[in-house]
C-alpha cells in the first residue's frame, strides 16, 4: 500500500529529472549555477505558499487567497520599512502577524459559517487586495530598504530564501507527519463524518489550517518583497492557480485526504522548471497559462479516475 | 410580474428589494446625475454584459455546480471572433465560430464534472486557466483592434432609445425564467442541485441536463463577449476575467444557493443592476476603482453569510418544531 502511494510522487519526479536533462541537452546554460539559483530563488514565495496549500487541500478546501494574502503582507510590510519602527525583527513579527490575521479571518469564516471555502476566500481575496490597493492607490513602492533586501542575500554560494523555504518545509512536513493537528487534517479529509466521529474537532482544525496558511502567506510576502527590492500591490494576479497547480502536480488529492510536503516541492520545482523551460526554449510566455491549466485539468483527472476506481473496488454502503 | 411574484415570498427577496431601493436613494442623494435618463441608459448600456454572463452563470450554480471559468470563456470567446471579425469573415460567420467555441468550452467542463466527476469548482479552475491561456495563445497577448464598423450595431445601437444588448438581456432573462419555472428541463436542473444521486435514481438524466446547463452558460458568455467586443471595439483575451467575482456575488445576491437547488434568473438580474449601481455611483462621485473591488468582496461575503444564518435559523425552528 505504501510503496503504491509512494509511486505518484516517485513518477512526478523522475518526469522532472527527464525534463532537466531533457533541457540541459537543449540548452547547456539551464543547468548553469547563476540558472539553477535563479528558478529555485523566483519560486520560493510559491513554494511557501504551497506548502500550506498543501495543508488545506488536504483537508478536501481551497483557498484562492493566498496570492492575495501574500501581496497584503507585502504591501504592509513595504509600509512600515518607510516607517522608523522598520527593522528585521519587526518586519518578521508583522509578516507572522498579518498572515496570522488574514489567515484567521478565512478561517473563522469558513469553519464558523460552513460555507464553501472556494467563496469565502474568493471574497476575501477582493477585499485583501482591495484594500492595499485603496491604500496605496496602487502605487508601486520602490527601493525597500537595505536591511529588508538583505534577507535574500547569498551566503556562502546559498541563497538565503532558499533556507527559508526548506526550513518552513521541514515544520510543515513534521506538522502534518507527526503531530495530532497534522493526522487530523489527514483523517478530516479522508473522512469527515468518520473523523468527527472518532473526535476530532473539525471547526477547530479547519480554522488552524487555514491560520497557518495565512501565517505562510505572510512570510512569503516578507521573502518576495526582499527578493524583488519593491512591491506592486497589483502584483502576482493569478499565482493562486499556480500555488492550487504545484501542489496538486505533487501529488496531493485535490479531493482531500492525501499530500505530503515532499510532493509538493516536487511540485513546485516542476512549475519553476516549465516555467525556465519555455523561456530556455524561446516559447512565448503566453503559452504559460496554457500548459499550467492542461496540466492541472490532466492531473486532476488523474486523480479523480483513480479513486474512483480505488471506490469501486471498496464494498460501499451508503447511508445519505 | 414574473419578478415580483418569484421575490414576494422569500425572505431574501425582501432584503433585495430593499438594497435596491437603499442604493437608488443614495445614489440620488450622492449624485445630481445618477437619477437622469441618460445615466441610467449608460447603466443598461454597460451592465448587461455581466448580466448575460451572470444568468448563465445561475444555470449551472442551481445544478450545485459552478463556473469559475465563464470569465475566461467571455474572453476566448471574444478573441475568436475579435479574430474572425478582423480576418474579413462575414459577421453572421464569425459570430456563429465563436458560438461554436463555446459549446466546445461548455463541452469541456461538462464532460470534467459529469462524465469524470470532478468536483466544479476544480474542474473549471482548470479550464478557466486553460481558456485564459488558450485566449492569449491566439492573440498573441496582444489587444485585437480595427474591429469592422459593421460589427458596433450589437453593443452600441439602440432601439426606441433603450440599448439593444438590454433587449437580449431581457429576453434571454424570460426565456431562461419561463425554462426554469414552467419547463421539465429547469424542473431537471432544480432537481439535481437539490440531490444528484436522488434525481438520477427517479429517471432525471443528469449527464444530460449537466451537459445542457454548462453549454448553456458558456454559449451566455460567448454572446457577453462579443457584446463588450462591439461595444469597446477591441477583443481582449482578459475581457471577462474581472467579472467573475461580481457575476457570482450577484448570483448569490440574487437568492439563488451557493449550493445549488434553489433560485432564480430574476434575482441575479437585480442583482448585478445593484452591482452596476454601485459602481456607477462611485464613479460618478469620483471615488477610485479600487474601492469597487473591496466593495464586491465584502458584499459577497456579507450575503453568504446572512444566508447561511437565516437558512440556520430555518432549520433550527423546524428541528424544534418536529420535537
Known sequence: MKKLLERRETSVFLILAVLCIGLTIYSPTFFSYTNIKNVLVSNTALGIMAAGMTFILITAGIDVSVASQMMFSATWLALLSETPFGNPVTLVLAAILIGFVTGAINGFLISRFDIHPIIITLGTNSIYRGIILVMTNGRWLMNLPKYFTAFSKTVFGIPLPVVYAVLIFLVSAWLLKHTYFGRSIYAMGGNREAARYAGVNLKKTIFFTYTYTGVLCGLAGLVLDSILGNCQPSGSNGWEMNVIAAAVIGGTNILGGYGTIGGTVIGVLMMGVIENGLVVAHVPTYWQKLVYGLIIIVTVTIDVLRKKKADSKKQMIEID | ?323
Open chain 2, 1 to 323: 410580474m414574473e419578478k415580483m411574484k418569484k421575490l414576494r415570498p422569500s425572505l431574501n427577496g425582501i432584503v433585495l428589494l430593499a438594497a435596491f431601493l437603499g442604493i437608488v436613494v443614495i445614489g440620488t442623494v450622492a449624485s445630481r446625475n445618477f437619477l437622469t435618463i441618460r445615466n441610467i441608459l449608460s447603466i443598461f448600456q454597460q451592465m448587461p454584459e455581466m448580466g448575460i454572463m451572470a444568468i448563465g452563470l445561475t444555470i449551472v450554480i442551481i445544478t450545485g455546480g459552478n463556473d469559475l471559468s465563464s470569465g475566461t470563456t467571455m474572453g476566448l470567446c471574444a478573441v475568436i471572433s475579435g479574430l474572425c471579425l478582423t480576418s474579413g469573415m462575414p459577421i453572421a460567420l464569425a459570430v456563429l465560430v465563436s458560438l461554436a467555441a463555446a459549446v466546445l468550452c461548455g463541452c469541456l467542463n461538462a464532460v470534467l464534472v459529469a462524465v469524470i466527476g470532478i468536483p466544479p469548482m476544480i474542474a473549471t479552475l482548470g479550464t478557466q486557466m486553460f481558456f485564459y491561456g488558450a485566449a492569449l495563445v491566439l492573440s498573441k497577448g496582444n489587444s485585437i483592434s480595427n474591429i469592422p464598423r459593421e460589427f458596433y450595431f450589437l453593443g452600441q445601437n439602440k432601439i426606441a432609445g433603450i440599448p439593444l444588448q438590454a433587449i437580449i438581456l431581457v429576453l434571454l432573462t424570460v426565456i431562461l425564467a419561463v425554462v426554469l419555472k414552467k419547463r421539465v428541463f429547469g424542473k431537471h436542473l432544480i432537481a439535481i442541485g437539490n440531490n444528484s444521486k436522488a434525481s438520477a435514481y427517479s429517471g432525471v438524466q443528469t449527464e444530460r441536463v449537466l451537459f445542457a446547463a454548462y453549454i448553456i452558460c458558456s454559449v451566455l458568455c460567448c454572446i457577453a463577449g462579443n457584446i463588450q467586443v462591439s461595444r469597446v471595439a477591441t477583443a481582449r483575451a482578459d475581457m471577462g476575467y474581472s467579472f467573475l467575482m461580481p457575476c457570482i456575488s450577484a448570483v448569490v445576491l440574487g437568492g439563488t444557493s451557493i449550493d445549488g437547488g434553489i433560485g432564480g434568473v430574476g434575482g441575479t438580474v437585480v442583482g448585478v443592476i445593484i452591482f452596476a449601481m454601485i459602481s456607477n455611483i462611485m464613479n460618478l462621485a469620483g471615488i477610485s476603482s479600487f474601492w469597487q473591488q473591496l466593495a464586491t468582496g465584502s458584499i459577497l461575503i456579507l450575503v453568504v453569510v446572512f444566508n447561511k444564518i437565516t437558512e440556520n435559523h430555518k432549520l433550527q425552528r423546524r428541528k424544534k418544531e418536529s420535537n
